[in-house]
């Protein structure tokens, strides 16, 4: 007699909403446009595809528990690597347009990156104040 036993790990739900913003330096926030990001795929540790969000960027999926960090991109988009810690269970998460500077070094590229990096917050706030996110701070 064989007895055959499927074993199964624990498991969390990671759920959330993404968008697309375009870029913070080129004008003002209050001015700022954001759209949604349909079928933006979820990537998790080793590059292995969790799954992808639906027609308005809000994804869910159910992963292993030892999944520490997760990555969301979209088509043209910088990739958003997003920590999981114990006190979140839903992101709100803006992506970056992935573009390429004609004609600038890599170093400042790098500098034109940061700089739009340090306006999430700002972008965050503002996708707040028009509906698009439920929180009024990232989950992070």
């Not at 088509?75 to 004609?103: K, N, Q, S, V």
């Amino acid at each position: 007699m064989f007895l055959s036993l499927a074993t199964y790990g624990q498991t969390k739900l990671i759920r959330g909403k993404v968008i697309n913003s375009n870029f913070p330096s080129e004008n003002n926030i209050a001015e700022h446009e954001f759209w949604k990001a349909p079928n933006a795929v979820v990537i998790g540790n080793d590059s292995i595809k969790l799954g992808t969000a639906d027609q308005d960027g809000i994804f869910e999926l159910e992963v292993l528990a030892n999944i520490q960090t997760f990555t969301i991109g979209w088509i043209g988009m910088y990739p958003e690597e997003i920590e999981l810690t114990g006190d979140c269970d839903y992101f709100e998460i803006i992506l970056l347009p992935d573009a390429i500077y004609d004609f600038v070094t890599p170093r400042k590229e790098e500098r034109l990156r940061k700089r739009d990096r340090k306006r999430l917050s700002e972008l965050y706030q503002e996708a707040y104040k028009r509906g698009m996110f439920n929180q009024e701070k990232p989950c992070r």
